[in-house]
Nanobody, 115 residues
């Protein structure tokens, strides 16, 4: 059974940093595209960053230069390093894995940026 479990969310002040982790079990993910999404109440889920099996990355314009997505294939884990956080980054962050036509999601982790 494929499972994705996010961790690392929490409350942080504006300008602070957090690192989110998404641990994958049930399958080796070294060639599968991975992505981080976020969603706030009343808004559609938006893509934050993605990374393919070869390591190529894409970022939403709103997070370029502040967030970094990376993957550790040996640990079956994808990370999202978030720096210079802003209140508008507050959301539930979820990771997604794509295997052919299938997608798998984690349960999400709350990130709150507030003073």
């Amino acid at each position: 059974q494929v499972q994705l479990v996010e961790s690392g969310g929490g409350l942080v002040q504006p300008g602070g940093s957090l690192r989110l982790s998404c641990a994958v079990s049930g399958i080796a993910f070294n060639i599968n595209p991975m992505a981080w999404y976020r969603q706030t109440s009343g808004k559609e889920r938006e893509l934050v960053a993605d990374i393919n099996g070869g390591g190529s990355r894409n970022y939403a314009d709103s997070v370029k230069g502040r967030f970094t997505i990376s993957r550790d294939n040996a640990r079956n884990t994808v990370y999202l390093q978030m720096n210079s956080l802003k209140p508008e980054d507050t959301a539930v962050y979820s990771c997604k894995m794509t295997i052919g036509p299938r997608t798998y999601w984690g349960q999400g982790t709350q990130v709150t940026v507030s003073s």
